[in-house]
């Protein structure tokens, strides 16, 4: 049905409207709402206690023009992949697939491999962020799933708190030809003004030139009810300053920002901060710097 309705309305690419260039949103959910498995999504954000599907984002893709977008696990099973699949089956705005695998699984390389079958599998990534050991991804384990993510082309997503950068740093390095990206700028402490520390480990990874960072989940990490364009600013400004404008991209983080902000308003403000910058600059933060990462 979905797809149907793209073809009357034209092809997804044709949903773009930021001059020659459609936008790419490279970090967004669905999910069937199940109360304990989805246990993260607690009362305080029961405005997302409920099915998010294709349908549900294609006409605010299209009202915000839009080209594409990249969907990301938000359930740590295969199952997730399998659900993801389907919904990137029945909706061509979808371009890639950031996935989950067990990477300290003896068989990962067969897992990987089976995914690599898939055109829009790009990538895979842990919810690192919530692990006791602060420092899983150093495990050897761990790090021989990652070290076989490049043979099948394969992206890595870190999902993580500022605690975490210097491990995720030392895993980068460790990998320098694996293509890393920070989800949600690392997840500062935006709303109680928590900058320093995450600042100076932002440079530090960023010096890393396989990794790149989305500018996302900022308004969930401000206060959700009293955030303004000017709590975000600083944090902004420093990624585009560590990491310049050709390894950065937007991510909506749609659903989840929802119980911040709508999805306009949170691109609506990157558009704005990003309107004084050259063409080509705009370009690659809304769409070129996604594609390129994920082979879209």
């Known amino acids: 049905m979905l797809n149907a309705l793209e073809n ?5 690419d044709s949903l773009g409207g930021d001059g020659d260039f459609g936008v790419i949103d490279s970090h967004q959910h669905f999910w069937q709402f199940d109360p304990v498995r989805d246990s993260w999504i607690n009362e305080d954000m029961r405005v997302i206690q409920k099915d998010f599907l294709p349908e549900n984002l294609y006409l605010l893709l ?13 359930d740590q099973s295969e199952e997730e992949n399998a659900f993801q699949l389907a919904n990137a089956a029945s909706a061509d705005f979808v371009k890639g697939i950031v996935g989950w695998v067990d990477l300290q699984a003896d068989n990962v390389e067969e897992r990987l491999q089976y995914y690599s079958g898939f055109a829009k599998m790009k990538g895979f990534r842990h919810v690192l962020q919530g692990e006791t050991n602060r420092a899983l ?11 076989l993510l490049e043979k099948y082309g394969f992206t890595y997503d870190i999902l993580i708190f500022p605690d975490q950068l210097g491990y995720s740093l030392e895993l980068a390095k460790n990998f320098p030809n694996q293509r890393f990206v920070v989800d949600h700028v690392a997840k500062p402490g935006i709303k109680a003004g928590q900058i320093a520390d995450w600042k100076r480990a932002m440079h530090d990874i960023a010096q890393c030139q396989n990794v790149c960072c989305k500018i996302s989940g900022m308004v969930t990490e401000a206060d959700w009810k009293l955030w303004k364009k000017e709590d975000l600013l600083p944090y902004i400004d420093l990624v585009v300053e560590a990491f310049g404008t050709k390894r950065i991209m937007f991510g909506s983080d749609w659903p989840v920002c929802l119980v911040a902000a709508s999805y306009k308003q949170w691109l609506d403000l990157l558009r704005d901060y990003f309107a004084g910058f050259t063409h080509t600059e705009r370009a690659d933060f809304f769409s070129g710097n996604a594609t390129r990462f994920y082979n879209l």
């Open 62 to 74: 299209q009202e915000n023009g839009v080209a594409g977008t990249v969907i990301v696990q938000s």
């Open 8 to 12: 009357r309305a034209g092809s997804g």
């Open 137 to 147: 991804m150093l495990k050897p384990a761990f790090k021989r799933g990652i070290s």
